[in-house]
């Protein structure tokens, strides 16, 4: 049994022929009417009902004609702000462009339309105009096919409201499909919102870059706008990813995070350990630990710590006279005549003695958790030290050279330095917005470091608003996630709707992101923590088919039609059967061949738990304010 009415709407207008009849016999009928060849009641009766048909056959023949008219589809909209500020007024809900909800009958013509060449039943253009859809056809010189948005051929403004993305957003399509547009959208009403707004551009978007100053121009405050560049730090904020915790260990975590994803297990837990002592044995002197004082300790040696970590230590266990001690004073004068071997020449006599009456004469209780952890690394072998450090001082190195390390090892006590230090906490409570660009086309390494860091230190703000309590609502947007995602940007993913944490992450392909988490099971685990996906114009088949798999199936009905004739030895015998057989069969709601045929800016999407969408997303551009041509909400 067929659950819906079929429909064939890719055919020629037959309606309108009927229409004319119709309409021709109801003038008829008028005339007959007016002349009284007929009683007057009879031939208006008549007439009445022969244009009720006309009307009728009319509405079904431009039905089908605006139907065939709508293949030309939409071509790309400009609008201006204050055209958006009216799309978007509704703080609750989130504009996602124009479009149509999407359902199995538009499937259906979907596949018929696959069947043929649409433009055997696209319309002239003077007849779109008449029927008021030529002036908004697709351009022939425009990339895509057309007819896919054309399906329906009424759109309206879409939005949803803002609860349904506390679960994350993927937006996924190939390079100038149009995700940079569709993020400019999205981050335009996080700003009018009134968000806290963290933007992670790999590539540097100028164009999208501009949008967001401009939306912090119209919406906010004129010192909202914050912009980070490693390519250029003197027109920038210095950020101090380092600056909040709440345990120290969480600095050590951090930089584990940004450590490359295929490290062995047994070198990645090295690496935080060694970063652990340092920030230890800082946070025991009262000294606020960053990248430098790390990669300075970690490279140089825990030797000038461990030294004021001992001094410290020995003046709140033995009084302000433990120097004369005699125990002390024989070990210093045998460690400055040189009977002692030193590890390294970072290594000074003095802390070669403190070392050694700590081991052998400080009670095992009377010990420092702390100190004991410096000591360890102290007396590691230097060489095998070095080895199993190798993934982690490349990375610190990196982050830490020239202009770059002064902008993420902010020094607040540098008078000549007046960029604004800034850290997450602050951006939160200032409701700033922070345009971050990484870089990546010149230097990828360094770009990646710098993502994953500030994800890192994002996750852990996460943690500590979901501990202490929310305060404002943050909106994370990520450009190629691919190359900046790690376990924290995963975490976040999971759990920062908890923390009230709103992301939107953007990549090109599945293998993008399964080579830099090292498996597509990785990468599925990873997009399986979003809610919401728009997909644009993608060509990797892989995600096509992780696209399609989201939205699901459908019924499609197909029809098939026999015709049989044959002859017999006799003369005059005939024999003719025609036979039509309508079935159907579940098939994907969206091929996924059509994902590789779509305009720019145009996309199928699943919201809300399953919604599916067709829509388009227009170009915000600040010297454009139309209203009148837009659709009508």
């Known amino acids: 049994m067929l659950t819906r009415r079929y429909e064939m709407p890719w055919r020629r207008a037959f309606e309108a022929h009927a229409a004319a009849v119709w309409l021709a016999t109801g003038t008829y009928f008028g005339l007959v009417a007016w002349n009284a060849w007929l009683p007057r009641s ?4 008549l007439a009445a009902w022969s244009l009720a048909m006309a009307w009728r056959r ?35 809900q989130v504009f996602l462009g124009f479009g149509f909800a999407w359902h199995p009958v538009h499937a259906q013509r979907l596949y018929e339309l696959s069947k043929v060449d649409y433009r ?42 803002l609860q349904n993305f506390e679960g994350g957003t993927l937006l996924v399509g190939t390079t100038q499909s149009g995700k940079g547009v569709a993020l400019a959208c999205l981050i335009t009403q996080a700003v009018r919102r009134g968000d806290v707004v963290v933007v992670i551009d790999p590539k540097n978007s100028q164009r999208l870059k501009r949008v967001v100053e401009r939306a912090c121009a ?38 584990q995070a940004i450590m490359p994803p295929d490290t062995a297990g047994a070198f990645s837990a090295f690496g935080w350990d060694a970063v652990n002592v340092v920030v230890q044995g800082l946070v025991e002197l009262e000294e606020r630990p960053n990248l430098i004082k790390l990669t300075k300790y970690i490279e140089g040696g825990i030797e000038p710590v461990l030294e004021a970590s001992l001094r410290r230590f020995y003046d709140g266990l033995l009084g302000a006279g433990w120097r004369e001690l005699p125990e002390m004073r024989r070990l210093l004068h045998e460690s400055h005549r040189g009977q002692m071997k030193r590890p390294s020449e970072a290594a000074s006599a003095d802390l070669m003695a403190f070392v050694a009456y700590y081991e052998h004469q400080v009670a095992q209780h009377q010990r420092h958790k702390v100190v004991d952890a410096q000591v360890r690394t102290f ?6 030290y070095q080895k199993i450090t190798a993934n982690l001082l490349p990375i610190l190195s990196m982050l830490t050279s020239g202009d770059l390390g002064r902008s993420l090892s902010p020094d607040p006590f540098d008078a000549d330095d007046e960029r604004p230090i800034m850290n997450f906490e602050k951006l939160e409570r200032g409701g700033h917005v922070l345009y971050m660009c990484l870089d990546a086309l010149p230097d990828p390494s360094v770009a990646s470091a710098i993502g994953a860091l500030a994800l890192a230190d994002q996750a852990a703000r996460a943690g500590m608003r979901y501990n202490l309590g929310q305060y404002r609502r943050i909106a994370l947007f990520v450009d190629e996630v691919s190359n900046v995602i790690n376990q924290p940007l995963i975490e976040i993913l999971n759990k920062g709707a908890e923390g009230g944490i709103f992301t939107t992450c953007s990549m090109q392909t599945l293998a993008d992101l399964a080579r830099r988490l090292g ?6 685990m990873a997009l399986g923590n979003l809610n919401n996906l728009i997909a644009l114009r993608t060509k990797d088949r892989p995600t096509q088919d992780f696209v399609v798999e989201t939205f699901g199936k459908t019924a499609i009905h197909a029809v098939r039609v026999g015709l049989s004739h044959g002859a017999d030895a006799h003369l005059g015998d005939f024999s003719s059967s025609y036979s039509t057989q309508l079935t159907e069969s579940f098939e994907e709601l969206v091929p996924a061949d059509v994902l590789g045929k779509l305009p720019n800016l145009q996309y199928f999407a699943s919201l809300s738990g399953g919604r599916i969408v067709k829509g ?18």
């Open 42 to 45: 009879v031939a208006l009766g």
């Open 519 to 524: 498996s597509e099971h990785a990468a599925r």
């Open 120 to 161: 055997a039943y696209a319309v002239p253009r003077w007849m779109q105009r008449a029927l008021g859809q030529g002036q908004a056809a697709q351009p022939d010189a425009e990339i895509g096919l057309p007819y896919i948005h054309g399906l329906e051929p009424h759109e309206q403004a879409l939005s949803r409201p």
């Open 616 to 633: 388009r997303f227009p170009i915000l551009d600040p010297g454009a304010d139309n209203p009148a041509a837009l659709p009508p909400p």
């Open 218 to 255: 119209d919406y906010r405050e004129p010192d909202c706008f914050l912009e980070f560049h490693p390519a250029f730090p003197e027109r920038g904020v210095r950020l101090d990813f380092t600056f909040n915790w709440q345990k120290p260990t969480e600095i050590a975590s951090r930089i």
């Open 58 to 92: 009319g509405a079904q023949a431009m039905r089908v004609l605006r139907l065939r008219g709508a293949l030309g589809g939409r071509r790309v909209q400009v609008i201006g702000p204050r055209a958006m500020g009216g799309l978007c007024a509704d703080p609750g």
């Open 379 to 384: 007396r590691h072998n230097r060489e095998h």
